[in-house]
């Protein structure tokens, strides 16, 4: 067996498939996700019932938030931070590059992480301040008029929330890389779980307004969508990037 030989069966024991059971087709969907994130971001822009429900929604939690709830709250909350997230995708991304002497992996993740981080472009073009703006002392916090978009209040990038995109899109990530062997229900856990208990734990705690939390959901699903539509294990790459193609 000549050393080409070689290092072609050692990749193609080793070769890494990326788990997408269902690749997206159709783009209804993120059209449908649009108009969904259109319907939540326009009503803000004013002193809308919408913005009067973000309001009642942080005094009520306000009021009912024990010091051990709070406790919870913060540490769940932890679960979207997306420099962990984005760390620990990046580490299996590598390991798994490694492993099988693939860069696709590598290049799978930085999509990723160029599409989640274009979510700070929308924080800075839909300014809005936090809850408990403009100290995080027992109010008065922001009031109707303060609480909707384009205030020029300062400081801003409520929305939408990142650490609740951050969960759907580095926790679905992970899936894509290695959820072909996990077994269905702990993919199913693993995909639902975290975006739900951050969405609570991020609006209970009032870092973010639940409409922030709201309009993340959509941005995230179409970010997720994209990174599932490419054959990441097949598209084509510069030669420079894949030199053992040399030898195939």
Do not use: C
């Not at 580490?91 to 492993?99: E, L, P, T």
């Amino acid at each position: 067996m000549t050393a080409a030989d070689q290092r072609r069966t050692k990749a193609d024991i080793q070769a890494w498939r990326p788990y997408v059971p269902r690749r997206p087709r159709s783009w209804l969907p993120e059209i449908a996700m649009a108009v969904a994130f259109a319907a939540i971001t326009i009503p803000l822009t004013w002193a809308s019932p919408l913005v009067d429900l973000d309001i009642w929604i942080r005094d009520v939690a306000d009021a009912n938030r024990p010091e051990w709830a709070n406790f919870i709250a913060i540490q769940t909350n932890r679960l979207g931070q997306g420099g962990l997230l984005g760390g620990i995708a990046l580490g299996i991304a590598a390991i798994i590059a490694w492993r099988g002497r693939n860069v696709r992996p590598l290049i799978a993740f930085l999509a990723a992480y160029g599409m989640a981080g274009a979510v700070l472009v929308l924080k800075y073009a839909l300014p809005r301040v936090y809850p408990h703006w403009p100290r995080p002392e027992p109010g008065p916090y922001a009031d109707a008029a303060q609480a909707v978009l384009y205030t020029g209040l300062e400081p801003f990038g409520a929305y939408p929330s990142g650490h609740v995109l951050n969960t759907i899109v580095w926790y679905g990530f992970i899936v894509v890389l290695v959820g072909a062997r996990w077994n269905p229900l702990l993919r199913r856990l693993f995909l639902v779980l975290p975006p739900v208990i951050v969405a609570f734990s991020t609006t209970y705690i009032g870092f973010h307004w639940a409409t922030d939390a709201l309009a993340a959901l959509p941005i995230a699903a179409v970010i997720l969508r994209t990174a599932q539509r490419v054959p990441w294990d097949t598209v084509a790459l510069p030669l420079w990037l894949e030199p053992d193609r040399r030898f195939r």
